[in-house]
């Protein structure tokens, strides 16, 4: 008979085994980690300007006052804070996991049962036997300790703590990703507010230079010398330059409530000194090699993790098709009458239980967790290859963008210069009727056109440096 015993239990052995082997076998692929060894220009330099820390890169003292308020007081920022708290107990949720469960239980009860039934009839034989009379109806009492533990014979709740670790190490590195852009937005929108401020002090000084031009054409109009034609001409070109103060007015309110609104508090007038922002020249910037982005860029870091997470996640879920060895063990005190509940080892009772479990009937689910698990992992994969190939493509345009911005600059300044002195000159030549008076509204537009132009190109020149710092990776150190 134990011979008979020892081969069915090792065939039963045989069995889980079997069970568990079959699996489904997928062939999963690595994520590609290679970079070009070059930027398209040929430089080996390893200087990289995403290294440096925001508050030696931005050196206008008010730019800096608000990105280290929007640091403290920024809602979104705030709100992934609460995710990684969310991610982190997640983590210590699943450490417990692969721990032993104990709980501590106390419990009373009352039982009437009858004569002609079984456990009657043993309590009246025993009322007889020993002359021990049972409470009728019998009360209960126990006290004691109760735990469980799976053993994680195969890793699958070590590997499902690691894969929530690699997601809460994910969520540290969305938010220094949402703190680098968090700052480039604050700047370039700072830039933006500049910007509209010189534009509006040209607005400004071209109306008084338009005005000036309306009061000698309607003195030439008095002596004869242009026709109502013209005063109407220059009155309308007033008019225009008026109301596009009106709407660039409005935009600098728009713009100032939207870093307002990143820096987390209600509208109101943003410090700043607009006659400085002609002159910011943007520093030197150093891209260094891209392999370099797998270190300074905190979304391609992200996404490492997340893929990872997801590769855990497979093992997790193919876990789940091999059998589960459990534990189960409890010690106590029990008895009918609180007076004899703590009087051992009458009272004393424990159990010790093994349990070896395979499934079999839902292995379909298994199946399906464990594809979607590899489904995703293939999601993992192509997202970072996704996020690594636009790190670099990122890092390709804002270089290329910096120094056709800088020429860009240089050609829009020679051109504000000769329309400035055009105007000077078409106003002269026209009082002394050598040119028409089309000619000098056309110079005077063209003038404050090219002003404006300059403007947002001094605009972009500085956003095209603040963007190759964000696609470097800096600002979240």
């Known amino acids: 008979m134990s011979h008979m015993t020892k081969y069915l239990s090792i065939g039963f052995l045989l069995t889980l085994l079997a069970l568990s082997s079959c699996a489904p076998r997928l062939q999963m692929r690595e994520a590609s980690k290679k970079l070009p060894d070059l930027y398209r220009k040929s430089?080996?330099?390893?200087?990289?300007?995403?290294?440096?820390?925001?508050?030696?890169?931005?050196?206008?003292?008010?730019?800096?006052?608000?990105?280290?308020t929007a640091l403290h007081n920024n809602q979104e920022l705030n709100i992934t804070l609460q995710e990684i708290q969310v991610a982190r107990a997640e983590v210590r949720a699943r450490k417990g996991e692969y721990l032993p469960f104990v709980g501590l239980g106390a419990g009373a009860m009352v039982e009437k049962v009858g004569r002609n039934t079984r456990n009657g009839a043993v309590e009246e034989s025993l009322n007889i036997a020993e002359d021990v009379k049972f409470p009728e109806?019998?009360?209960?009492?126990?006290?004691g300790l109760h735990a469980t533990w799976e053993i994680d014979i195969w890793k699958k709740l070590r590997n499902a703590k690691k894969s929530a670790f690699m997601r809460y190490m994910s969520s540290v590195e969305g938010r220094n990703f949402l703190v680098t852009n968090l700052i480039a937005e604050i700047a370039d929108t700072y830039y933006e507010l500049l910007a509209l401020d010189n534009q509006l002090m040209f607005v400004q000084q071209n109306i008084e230079i338009q005005s000036n031009a309306l009061e000698v054409v309607?003195?030439?109009?008095?002596?004869?010398?242009?026709?109502?034609?013209?005063?109407?001409?220059f009155e309308a070109e007033v008019f225009h330059t008026r109301s596009l103060q009106f709407d660039i007015q409005q935009r600098i309110i728009e713009t100032e409530n939207h870093l307002n609104f990143l820096v987390g508090r209600f509208p109101q007038s943003i410090s700043r000194n607009a006659d400085a922002f002609a002159k910011l020249v943007p520093d030197t910037l150093f891209d260094g090699l891209p392999v370099q982005l797998l270190e300074n860029r905190t979304d391609v870091k992200q996404a490492e993790l997340d893929l990872m997470a997801a590769k855990l996640d497979v093992k997790v879920a193919k876990a789940r098709f091999y059998p589960s060895l459990g534990i189960s063990a409890g010690v106590g005190l029990q008895a009918f009458n609180p007076t004899y509940l703590f009087k051992t080892p009458a009272a004393l009772l424990y159990s010790l239980t093994g349990d070896l479990v395979q499934p079999l009937i839902n292995r379909n689910a298994i199946k399906a967790m464990y594809l979607g698990a590899s489904a995703k992992q293939m999601q993992a994969v192509y997202n970072y290859e996704r996020t690594l190939l636009n790190a670099y493509i990122e890092v390709d345009n804002q270089f290329a963008k910096v120094g056709n911005m800088r020429a860009s600059y240089d050609l829009k300044s020679q051109r504000v210069d000769a329309l400035a002195e055009s105007v000077t000159i078409s106003t002269n030549l026209f009082r002394s009727a050598?040119?028409?008076y089309m000619e000098v509204l056309l110079t005077q537009r063209d003038a404050l056109e090219s002003r404006?132009?300059?403007?947002?190109?001094?605009?972009?020149?500085?956003n095209a440096m603040v963007d190759m710092y964000r696609a470097l990776g800096g600002g979240w150190r």
Do not use: C
């Open 43 to 68: 430089t080996t330099d390893t200087m990289n300007t995403g290294r440096v820390k925001w508050q030696a890169f931005f050196k206008d003292p008010d730019l800096s006052a608000l990105i280290d």
């Open 137 to 143: 109806p019998l009360p209960d009492y126990f006290l």
């Open 218 to 233: 309607r003195v030439q109009k008095a002596a004869a010398r242009v026709t109502e034609l013209a005063v109407r001409r």
């Open 434 to 436: 050598r040119a028409d």
């Open 452 to 462: 404006i132009e300059l403007m947002d190109t001094q605009k972009e020149r500085l």
